[in-house]
């Protein structure tokens, strides 16, 4: 099976996260999409929400398709959650499967900066999904023995995480922005405000 690994904060899921695993997959001919919540992102400041009501939002917003799934690889580890770990760990769950990692054009250059990320290259393809207003990026391995770097084009939405939470806590609509099921679970957890 050919398995696309979308992680991140996920602070919330939003639609453009949604277009680019089907830009993904569409593009790939992923047989599925699994996005994998991190508990404690090791590159940036801590997430405003609890690993668990990210995670049960990931699950509201992929509920609705048939080849996306949700798992919690890395809610299951203490420490930060690092991309090679968790590679590491499908690749020893899912010895069978075609791994490759999905970022967006604009992680794809801190990537080299990563833990590890020479095994993180030879431990599944990359592709780089182009988000809007990102030139085309160089996607050129870079390490020798790099299993494939791809760059996918294709419909993408130019949202963030971070004008949805400044949204929320206006007290604005994120209507269209995020799934229903996700805005409304916003505001009954009251997240963001």
Same mark, same amino acid.
């Given at each position: 099976?050919?398995?696309?690994?979308?992680?991140?904060?996920?602070? %919330?899921?939003?639609?453009?996260?949604?277009?680019?695993? !089907?830009?993904?997959? !569409? =593009? @790939?001919?992923?047989? @599925?999409?699994?996005?994998?919540?991190?508990?404690?992102?090791?590159?940036?400041?801590?997430?405003?929400?609890?690993?668990?009501?990210?995670?049960?939002?990931?699950?509201?917003?992929?509920? =609705?398709?048939?080849?996306?799934?949700?798992?919690?690889?890395?809610?299951?580890?203490?420490?930060?959650?690092?991309?090679?770990?968790?590679?590491?760990?499908?690749?020893?769950?899912? %010895?069978?499967?075609?791994?490759?990692?999905?970022?967006?054009?604009?992680?794809?250059? !801190?990537?080299? =900066?990563?833990?590890?990320?020479?095994?993180?290259?030879?431990?599944?393809?990359?592709?780089?999904?182009?988000?809007?207003?990102?030139?085309?990026?160089?996607?050129?391995?870079?390490?020798? =023995?790099?299993?494939?770097?791809?760059?996918?084009?294709?419909?993408?939405?130019?949202?963030?995480?971070?004008?949805?939470?400044?949204?929320?806590?206006?007290?604005?609509?994120?209507?269209?922005?995020?799934?229903?099921?996700?805005?409304?679970?916003?505001?009954?957890?009251?997240?963001?405000?």
């Amino acid at each position: 099976m050919r398995v696309g690994v979308l992680g991140g904060t996920f602070d %919330p899921i939003h639609l453009g996260h949604l277009r680019a695993a !089907e830009t993904a997959r !569409e =593009g @790939l001919g992923l047989d @599925l999409v699994a996005f994998v919540p991190s508990a404690v992102p090791p590159h940036r400041t801590g997430p405003l929400s609890a690993a668990l009501d990210r995670f049960a939002m990931v699950c509201l917003a992929s509920a =609705g398709h048939a080849h996306f799934v949700v798992w919690d690889t890395e809610l299951k580890r203490s420490g930060p959650s690092y991309t090679v770990d968790t590679l590491a760990a499908l690749r020893t769950e899912r %010895p069978d499967d075609d791994l490759v990692l999905v970022v967006g054009s604009d992680t794809w250059p !801190e990537m080299t =900066g990563w833990r590890e990320p020479e095994r993180i290259f030879s431990l599944a393809e990359v592709a780089v999904v182009v988000r809007p207003g990102q030139p085309a990026p160089d996607t050129t391995p870079p390490f020798p =023995g790099a299993r494939g770097v791809v760059r996918v084009e294709g419909p993408a939405l130019a949202i963030s995480a971070t004008s949805i939470r400044e949204r929320v806590r206006r007290g604005e609509s994120v209507r269209y922005l995020v799934p229903d099921p996700v805005a409304e679970y916003v505001t009954k957890r009251r997240l963001y405000a």
